[in-house]
């Protein structure tokens, strides 16, 4: 290979289909922010024993499903008549494997809102923290994958890998928090298994955050970071 | 003519060499393939002036034995200029001269020793454009190479013929006109019948310059299978301009670029992941 400086290059042509992607990027970006503010509103909803809004949450899950089924139908189109190659290439995998998961965030958001309804009857079995603080955590995690998509930021997708410990350790301790509540009365049992499914359904949108951060990294940096031990523990791409 | 037997037309036997004498394109084995030693090529610091136009620029590669590299980059790279110093076809262009070295299997391609036309029977060439002999039939288009190199043994021609027009993928097809004029063929069978003549020789690599690019979809898709079949058996380099074709066929790209190698690697690579922002331009459409 060539040490001397590479020769000048022309600037980039805009191609007639570029347009294609760029509604591509743009349908997955929404349906993450779409995602996002799905889980957002379950939570609050939950916490408000706001019931009303439990349901819109409920209703708007349509539109991440819809948002999935286009983006998969542009993904196809792309590759069948573009034949794209290399980052091009990884985008559109990658899109489709994201928009997959951003697909079950909203299937979580909407068992979260499902649960608050159910629970908005009731009274609260204990304030509400540990399961905002998770929620906290998960939306931070999605929100840092994301970003990783809009700015090719790479350090804060391998935050996310790292930080899935941290909404499993949460998930955990409110199990065995929940159990006691169920053991020591009995007549919490059907509000603890409600707020221990919201708790897994939290655990599992940071499990869907750090794929979407490990499709990411691939985006970015053509490496496959899935299943790294390296990963998790150092939060370094060799 | 469409392979570099060109030079063993015009080059007699040399003295005390009767032409009986078995020569390499005769005796070499129905290709029982070798294990895969070193680099078929060795390049380094290649450059090459047509006159004061450098168009090859420093450089350094190998290519390895019984795979198939493919060569990428936009018209006037000097990819083909390249080739053509795989078998000294350039020395044929006047005003053509090259600094730096190439070993082909460990010895010097340009060495005082090596003979052109030699390499030239080892290296064979298949052009963009088919361009088979008028006036001869295709059996005759076919055995041309043997025949000047002095092969009289008819079993041997009939052998040879079937079997380079089967490896060509166009036996089938002209079993039964073997005789019509090589050029009543359709474009796509022309230049199967060209590779088929570059094959009768039995060369050991063969180097391919934009072998498809005037062919339909299903001339194309034979060649692409023939050059996956006979890749366990020859080394084999392509000059392409279809990325698609380079991603399909190729083991290893190089992608060059105003005369300069700018990324060479495993072709998932170059396609996947390239690491350089030029190559990935150039695959994906984006460089003009």
């Known amino acids: 290979m060539t040490n001397d400086p590479v020769p000048a290059f022309p600037p980039h042509m805009k191609r007639f289909f570029d347009a294609e992607l760029e509604t591509f990027r743009s349908h997955l970006i929404l349906m993450g922010e779409t995602a996002a503010s799905q889980v957002r509103a379950a939570i609050k909803a939950l916490v408000d024993s706001n019931a009303s809004l439990a349901d819109q949450v409920i209703a708007a899950d349509d539109e991440l499903d819809q948002l999935e089924i ?27 494997k994201a928009s997959h998961d951003l697909e079950r965030v909203g299937d979580e958001a909407t068992s979260i809102a499902k649960r608050a309804v159910r629970l908005s009857a009731e009274p609260p079995l204990k304030p509400y923290v540990d399961i905002p603080r998770m929620a906290n955590i998960a939306l931070e995690m999605l929100r840092d994958a994301l970003d990783c998509f809009l700015n090719g930021d790479t350090a804060k997708a391998l935050a996310v890998c790292r930080r899935d410990a941290e909404v499993d350790s949460i998930n955990k301790q409110l199990y065995r928090e929940l159990t006691s509540f169920m053991i020591e009365k009995p007549g919490t049992i059907s509000r603890a298994i409600e707020l221990m499914f919201i708790s897994k359904s939290l655990e599992r949108i940071a499990d869907h955050a750090t794929n979407i951060a490990e499709e990411m990294i691939y985006l970015a940096k053509g490496k496959d970071v899935r299943h790294s ?8 791409v060799a | ?38 680099p078929a090529f060795e390049v380094k610091d290649l450059n090459l002036w047509y006159g004061t136009h450098r168009a090859v620029q420093d450089v350094t590669l190998q290519i390895p034995a019984r795979q198939v590299t493919a060569i990428i980059g936009p018209s006037g790279c000097g990819k083909s200029t390249f080739l053509r110093t795989l078998n000294r076809m350039h020395e044929l262009t006047p005003g053509a001269y090259h600094t730096g070295t190439i070993l082909m299997d460990g010895r010097d391609l340009y060495g005082p020793g090596t003979d052109p036309t030699v390499v030239r029977r080892r290296v064979g060439m298949v052009f963009q454009k088919s361009n088979p002999f008028p006036t001869m039939s295709v059996a005759e288009n076919v055995l041309a190479g043997l025949r000047l190199n002095g092969v009289r043994d008819k079993a041997l021609l009939r052998e040879r013929l079937e079997k380079s027009l089967r490896m060509a993928a166009l036996w089938d097809e002209v079993k039964d006109h073997l005789h019509k004029s090589g050029i009543s063929l359709s474009g796509g069978q022309q230049q199967r019948l060209c590779i088929a003549r570059a094959l009768a020789v039995r060369p050991e690599i063969l180097l391919m310059d934009e072998p498809c690019s005037a062919l339909d979809p299903i001339a194309t898709a034979k060649v692409e299978e023939l050059i996956h079949e006979i890749k366990r058996e020859y080394t084999i380099v392509i000059v392409t301009h279809n990325m698609q074709q ?9 992608f060059f670029y105003m005369g300069k190698l700018i990324e060479y690697a495993e072709t998932q690579q170059i396609f996947m992941n390239p690491s350089n922002p030029q190559t990935e331009a150039y695959v994906s459409g984006r460089f003009g």
Not at chain 2, 13 to 28: D, E, F, I, T
């Open chain 1, 70 to 96: 286009k983006i998969d139908e542009e993904a196809m189109r792309y590759m069948n008549l573009r034949a794209p190659v290399a980052t091009e290439l990884r985008l559109v995998i990658v899109g489709m």
């Open chain 1, 229 to 236: 031990e390296e990963v998790k523990k150092n939060g370094s």
């Open chain 2, 1 to 38: 003519m469409n392979l570099t037997m060109n030079k063993d037309v015009q080059t007699p036997p040399s003295a005390g060499q009767p032409v009986s004498a078995p020569n390499p394109a005769a005796s070499r084995p129905a290709a029982a393939p070798a294990p895969a030693a070193g």
């Open chain 2, 246 to 254: 380079a991603a399909r066929c190729s083991d290893r790209t190089a």
